[in-house]
């Protein structure tokens, strides 16, 4: 069975960074649609970053210009280089994959699958 694990968070001062990484297994993610989402407590799961199969990215505003998704499709891991953390990022952070060879809209979570147990980032001001 795919099944996805993140790894990476911490806790952080406001202004620092965090690289977060999930590995998959049983699943070439050079085939696949793969994609970053968090949630805070008390607020529904956001899609921040998706990744393409070719590597074409795209953000969600409130991370954009801050957080960089990339991933090694030999080592077969997805990444997420998250700079210059505000307070309002903490939360915990998942990764998914798409149900389709192609990402899906970040604000459609039903349409990912696969869902990591997830890594907690906190950040303090």
């Known amino acids: 069975q795919v099944y996805l694990v993140e790894s990476g968070g911490g806790s952080v001062q406001s202004g620092g960074s965090l690289k977060l990484s999930c590995a998959v297994s049983?699943?070439?993610?050079?085939?696949?649609?793969m994609a970053w989402f968090r949630q805070a407590p008390g607020k529904e799961r956001e899609g921040i970053a998706s990744i393409e199969s070719d590597g074409a990215t795209k953000y969600a505003d409130s991370v954009k210009g801050r957080f960089a998704a990339s991933k090694d499709n030999v080592k077969n891991m997805l990444y997420l280089q998250m700079n210059s953390l505000k307070p309002e990022d903490t939360g915990m952070y998942y990764c998914?994959?798409?149900?389709?060879?192609?990402?899906?809209?970040?604000?459609?979570?039903?349409?990912?699958?696969?869902w990591g147990p997830g890594t907690q980032v906190t950040v303090s001001s």
């Open positions: 998914a994959t798409s149900k389709y060879p192609w990402c899906s809209s970040l604000s459609a979570a039903s349409e990912y699958k696969n």
């Open positions: 049983l699943l070439p993610i050079r085939e696949a649609c």
